[in-house]
Structures are given as structure tokens and as C-alpha cells.
Nanobody
């Protein structure tokens, strides 16, 4: 089992910045992927950014150049630095921890943290 605890959401004006963090605890398997997904009202949940334990990163096109995902493997923590935030970035952001077990894919999710970008 893996537990994920998120922090860092809030209300910010357009153009502002926020940093999300997600700490994983429990049985941490490696290799693994940690990442962020978001769910906006009326939309499906979408991938924002992911980071593998090997150092690879992936971003959705709309956040490239504005968001940076990075992790501290020693602390099993992943961060999402969000700059130049736009109203369309508003949503509930969920942390994800995933890995491939012998029996298949395992995914764990955080409780979600609200990000609201509004003037």
C-alpha cells in the first residue's frame, strides 16, 4: 500500500505561481512514476505532468514552459511548480503514484488539492 499526501493548492490570480507537493509513504516500489492529473468541472481528468524514478518527464502541451515537475527520490516526494497560471488551469489536482507489479499496473491517488486561478 502507498499513501499520498498533497499540499500547496489555493487561490491565485492569473499570471501567479503555486507549488504543489506530494509525499508518498508505505511500500515504495521502484521503478515507478509519480505525477499530477487535474479534473476541471465539466471535463474529464487529464494528465498534467509525470516524472519517472529514472528521471524522465512528460507534460501536456498546454503547460509546457510554464509548469515544472521535479522529485526528491530520497524523500519520495514529487513537486509541481506552476508559473504563469491561467484560468484554464483551474481544477482539482491529484497526485498519482504508479508502478508495474508482477500482477499488473498499480496506481495510487492522493485526496486532491484545489487550484483556482481567478482575478
Amino acid at each position: 500500500q502507498v499513501q499520498l499526501v498533497e499540499s500547496g493548492g489555493g487561490l491565485v490570480q492569473p499570471g501567479g505561481s503555486l507549488r504543489l507537493s506530494c509525499a508518498a509513504s508505505g511500500i515504495i516500489s521502484s521503478p515507478n512514476t509519480m505525477g499530477w492529473y487535474r479534473h476541471a468541472p465539466g471535463k474529464e481528468r487529464e494528465l498534467v505532468a509525470t516524472s519517472t524514478s529514472g528521471g524522465s518527464t512528460n507534460y501536456r502541451d498546454s503547460v509546457k514552459g510554464r509548469f515544472t515537475i521535479f522529485r526528491d527520490n530520497a524523500k519520495n516526494t514529487v513537486y509541481l511548480q506552476m508559473n504563469d497560471l491561467k484560468p484554464e488551469d483551474t481544477g482539482v489536482y491529484y497526485c498519482n503514484f504508479g508502478y508495474w507489479a508482477l500482477t499488473g499496473r498499480r496506481d495510487y491517488w492522493g485526496q486532491g488539492t484545489q487550484v483556482t486561478v481567478s482575478s
